[in-house]
């Protein structure tokens, strides 16, 4: 087998992203309650969702208003007249084994095509297609998929309002997949429409090709971590298989969680097909430019125009400011409090750098915390006045994530006050002296050794100390020593 | 011979595809009975459609739609009629 | 047979009302007419004699007090197995549904209980209402009353012949490409096909939803009307209700034909029509010309390729509306032993369907796949738009159109079912109406050697004011007083 040496190709990723409606209070075409979540199994369900039969499906006005608004987001052409169509095929998961859903084929039109999504730095990303369709149930199973010998099914989840929206293959890296799936959970959060933070609420399956190679599926992307694992798996084990001279398969592969790797789904006797036609229980749905326009002018502040004004209104940097649009909450969060703070761009420092990465080592969503404006703005006050360091500020902010205490109280309780006591401190120096005899002496030969004192001074407070004054004491009373010696 | 029209392959796949399981007593029969039926539809290859919109509707009704509202059902009446269940799932065969 | 059970459902609330007739009394003597004559024609597949006893005796206490009673009080209705009745089992003649007893009534029974009719059972049909003679019932046929040994018609088989036979006073048939009017000519009655849209298909068991209606079927055309007036009109919960409120057609009921043009479609009367057929239809508008009315014939080239353009339309949504069952949430189910999913619903299906329902499922399947989309769906749709224009032309001509309603007389049991073919050619004359969406009804116009045949009229849109107004014209005029032997 030849192995040959292949520059790096270039890679194309197309996603497929299904997101729910989630601010829709009933599903897509019947009114059961569309909040499911934490609900007993089949408990929002009705003979309609239930493909029951007899039933007939009902469209929900405000879904379509959403899907508009989406298209809108997303620079798309929304369409004048649009169909419902059947997808059928069979499984335990779908009511009436048909998918109410959109199609564009064959005249079939959904509700809008052609857009973008412009990604911080200035990549398009285009949108090939939005269309409206219903959520199938959930699946359980027990131990395993291969090994499960049943299968139980949930459908409260069935009939919810999707959103499916598909990209071009333009996407070019795993992680470019990932910063554009934030980009459009932040604009969907912002529209009101969908919170990515619902468990479930945005899933998506992607296309990989090497350039030049065939198109690989990779289904069973459960959240936006696992699609930048997923892709990279691939990509690599489609690289892989091109140097050694191999192919790649074309076939739809599947991203198991748990052991990081895809696997080629079993291959099925036949190949699906299908027979969309057009939904003969729903009529067209007409849109006007009235509509659109109408609809236009009540959408709320998208991540880009947010990005902007919060340069603008706060002066903060270009970097802090697109972070802070990434994620709803956290731009919300930023606003808050910096209506109660006089430096926003140092608040903004702290929120993007300290605060979001305690929140990733820690893995929880903002709202998951007990964190709140005033908590933040209150800490950053005892910065400010100097009752504690910087260095404590951060130990404090881990605490009020967790506990939610006021910082004051923080701060009382375990005794963070920043030590500027001299008399104190000057004591403690004096003692840091006396039990490191070899470290004063290489101190005086060497300024930079100054710091494993100061360190041991600072440890002896705990970090309390002021760092400031703490090294300005040793530094003292080095010259003494030195003046003596 | 109606066996051209459609072959014994497509009577297989399309018996898969509709998920009803079929003998090979069966699969002639349909094979033979599907192939007068199919050569009879035959006929409409004679009209000229070209320019013509496939009538999806006979309605002129569009944009029916539904208020948001959500509402109470008792979903307990469903699961009574439910073949299979266990605890409040409705209990399916195996995947794989 | 007590007279009681003769009377049009108009008399029988006008009779109620007055309280000159016990409820009762009234509904016990349709059971005991069932009991006696059932058993020889099976036209019920389940009775509901407690709740309708239950029903007739709440209906006599409000009358003896005073109270206010609906527009079909006390009227004994027959629905068919494919209309949800909750409470009842719900089967549309199949083993697939043989215990779906469904947890919401369709909407036409809501409307009739709203006005006090009483339902005495669900009456049998072709399986999921593919068929023409209610031979293909997993529950055994039903058989004309005229003739014990011949058909029907379907596939609502059963609810025409238990009008015809006087087991209740009216029933509700459905039509997809004629199975409401051609049992209603099979079996001397009268069968409307609504215009699509004016009566709400929520809770009429799919079959081929573009194409069907639930259809009123009643020995005379008033009953036909009084029915319709109740159950027609918009339904928020079927997106294709038009938006009108429900008919009046019983101010329709006169006798005046005088200037209407009524177009006779040679391609109705072609070859596979009956002699005795053809002439008892032209009698019939002969007589409506010596009534006022002019009668001409018409060609309408497009209708030569009505029906397939009718079974490839249909089959095709069947084979979608039918994919549901699969046995997990209800109906038919095998015991799972080890099987995948898949291989349990293909056992399932197997099963729980018969012979003509998997035929039109594989074949619509066929007709929707990859390949064949475009020389079948896509091509059967484009020639149905084409018979539209064909009859919105006509239309302007001709206020209705004339033909038979079946191109032969009610045939022998076992005669069509060796070759699916032929028995979709009785469709020939009714799946016009179905394909272009048009009211058209179906009455008796005389007999032969005993059998009923039937006339069948069509209208334009929303224009049953029309049908009813000359068929009831007509059956004023011929004084059938047909009346089977059973």
């Known amino acids: ?485 | 011979m109606s066996g051209r029209i459609i072959t014994s392959e497509e009577v297989r796949r399309l018996a898969w595809l509709s998920k009803i399981k079929i003998s090979k007593n069966e699969e002639r029969r349909y094979l033979e009975e599907m192939g007068e039926i199919l050569e009879y539809f035959k006929m409409l290859d004679e009209v000229n459609t070209e320019g013509v919109e496939p009538t999806y509707h006979v309605i002129e009704l569009v944009n029916v739609t539904r208020e948001d509202v959500a509402q109470q059902t008792s979903s307990n009446s469903l699961l009574e009629i439910v073949p299979v269940m266990k605890g409040r799932y409705v209990k399916a065969p195996r995947i794989i | 047979m007590p007279g009681i059970l003769e009377l049009p459902a108009s008399e029988i609330v006008r009779r109620v009302k007055l309280q000159e007739i016990s409820v009762e009394e009234y509904i016990g003597e349709c059971f005991e007419r069932i009991r006696t004559v059932d058993p020889k024609i099976h036209a019920f597949l389940t009775l509901t004699e407690d709740d309708a006893m239950v029903r007739a005796r709440e209906i006599d206490i409000r009358t003896r007090r005073g109270e206010k009673v609906g527009s079909l009080a006390g009227v004994a209705v027959a629905v068919k197995d494919n209309i949800c009745t909750m409470g009842v089992r719900t089967t549309c003649a199949s083993k697939m549904l043989e215990r779906f007893v469904p947890t919401y009534d369709a909407t036409v029974i809501e409307r009739l209980k709203a006005q006090d009719a009483v339902i005495v059972g669900k009456t049998n049909m072709d399986e999921f209402a593919m068929g023409s003679s209610t031979e293909q019932s997993a529950f055994g046929p039903t058989l004309n009353p005229y003739d014990l040994e011949r058909v029907p018609g379907g596939s609502s088989g059963g609810s025409a012949a238990s009008v015809a036979s006087f087991e209740a006073t009216v029933s509700l048939g459905s039509d997809t490409g004629g199975s409401a009017r051609c049992p209603a000519s099979f079996c001397g009655v009268v069968g409307l096909k609504p215009t699509y849209g004016l009566v709400s298909r929520y809770g009429l068991i799919a079959f081929a939803n573009s194409l069907e209606q639930i259809s009123p079927i009643g020995r005379r055309v008033a009953d036909v009307a009084t029915v319709m007036d109740c159950i027609s009109g918009h339904d928020s919960r079927d997106s294709t209700s038009v938006k009108t409120g429900p008919t009046s057609l019983r101010s329709h009921l006169i006798e005046d034909v005088s200037g209407i043009r009524v177009g006779v479609p040679k391609e109705l009367f072609g070859e596979g029509t009956d002699e005795v057929v053809s002439k008892s239809v032209w009698d019939a508008l002969k007589r409506l010309e010596g009534l006022g009315a002019t009668c001409e014939e018409v060609s309408l080239k497009s209708l030569k390729y009505a029906l397939a353009s009718y079974y490839i339309i249909s089959m095709s949504e069947a084979s979608s509306n039918l994919a549901r069952y699969d046995g997990l949430r209800y109906g038919f189910r095998l015991e799972d032993e080890d099987w995948d999913w898949s291989e349990a619903f293909s056992r399932n299906r197997r099963e729980g369907f018969g012979p003509e329902v998997k035929r039109r499922i594989m074949l619509g399947t066929y007709a929707l796949s990859a390949g064949y989309y475009n020389q079948y769906y896509l091509k059967a749709q484009k020639v149905r738009t084409l018979i539209r224009q064909e009859l919105s032309r006509v239309f302007k001509v001709f206020n209705i159109l004339a033909s038979p309603t079946m191109p032969i007389l009610p045939f022998k049991l076992g005669e069509k079912l060796r070759d699916p073919l032929e028995m979709y050619m009785c469709d020939f004359d009714t799946v016009t109406a179905n394909l272009a969406g048009i009211p058209a009804i179906s009455i008796p116009c005389s007999t032969y050697r005993g059998l009923p045949i039937g006339i069948q009229f069509m209208a334009p849109p929303f224009r049953e004011d029309l049908l009813i107004r000359v068929s009831y014209t007509l059956e004023k005029s011929l004084r059938l007083d047909l009346r089977p032997a059973v």
């Open chain 1, 1 to 485: 087998m030849r192995v040959e040496a292949v520059p790096e190709l270039k890679v194309k990723i197309g996603l497929e992203v299904h997101c729910q409606l989630t601010d829709l209070k009933s599903k897509l075409f019947c009114s059961c309650s569309a909040d499911y979540r934490g609900s007993e199994p089949n408990t929002h369900i009705c003979p309609v969702c239930m493909g029951l039969p007899g039933t007939l499906p009902v469209l929900n006005r405000k879904a379509v208003e959403d899907a508009i608004m989406i298209a809108l987001a997303l620079n798309m052409k929304v369409s004048s007249r649009t169909l419902f169509y059947r997808k059928n095929y069979f499984y335990p998961d779908m009511p009436k084994n048909f998918q109410i859903s959109q199609y564009d084929r064959a005249g079939g039109v959904p509700i809008a095509k052609d857009g973008y999504v412009t990604l911080d730095g200035g990549r398009k990303i285009r949108i090939s297609r939005l269309q409206l369709e219903e959520d199938p149930g959930k699946l359980v199973y027990e131990g395993t998929i291969e090994t499960s010998r049943a299968t139980l099914v949930d459908y409260n989840r069935a009939g919810v309002a999707l959103a499916e929206i598909v990209t071009e293959p333009d996407i070019t890296s795993p992680r470019e997949a990932r910063i554009f799936l934030q980009k459009l959970r932040s604009i969907l959060e912002h529209l009101g429409v969908s919170s990515g933070e619902l468990e479930g609420s945005m899933r998506c399956d992607a296309n990989i090709s090497i350039e030049g190679g065939t198109r690989v599926e990779v289904k069973n992307i459960s959240s936006f971590k696992e699609v930048e694992r997923a892709l990279n798996f691939e990509m690599t084990r489609q690289r892989n298989l091109l140097r050694k001279g191999l192919r790649v398969g074309r076939e739809t592969r599947h991203w198991d969680e748990l052991r990081r790797v895809t696997v080629t789904l079993r291959v099925k006797e036949e190949e699906e097909d299908y027979r969309y036609f057009p939904e003969p229980d729903l009529v067209p749905i007409l849109i006007s430019e009235e509509d659109v326009e109408r609809l236009r002018a009540s959408m709320p502040e998208l991540p880009d125009s947010r990005k902007r004004r919060l340069m603008e209104q706060y002066g903060i940097s270009m970097q802090n400011a697109e972070v802070l649009t990434d994620n709803k909450a956290l731009a919300e969060f930023f606003e808050a409090c910096a209506a109660n703070y006089g430096r926003p761009d140092l608040l903004s420092n702290w929120i993007v750098g300290d605060l979001l990465s305690y929140l990733y080592d820690m893995g929880l969503e903002l709202r998951e915390t007990k964190l709140t404006p005033g908590h933040m703005v209150g800490m950053l006050r005892l910065i400010d006045d100097g009752t504690i360091s910087g260095k404590i500020g951060k130990e404090v902010l881990k605490e009020i994530i967790i506990t939610g205490e006021a910082p004051e109280n923080i701060v009382k309780a375990r005794g963070l006050v920043r030590i500027s006591d001299r008399e104190y401190l000057e004591r403690l120096t004096e003692r840091v002296f006396e039990e490191n005899p070899k470290a004063v002496s290489d101190a005086l030969k060497d300024e930079k050794a100054i710091r494993f004192l100061v360190g041991q001074l600072m440890k002896l407070t705990d970090g309390k100390a002021d760092p400031q004054l703490a090294n300005i004491l040793v530094t003292n009373r080095l010259k003494a020593l030195a003046g003596k010696g």
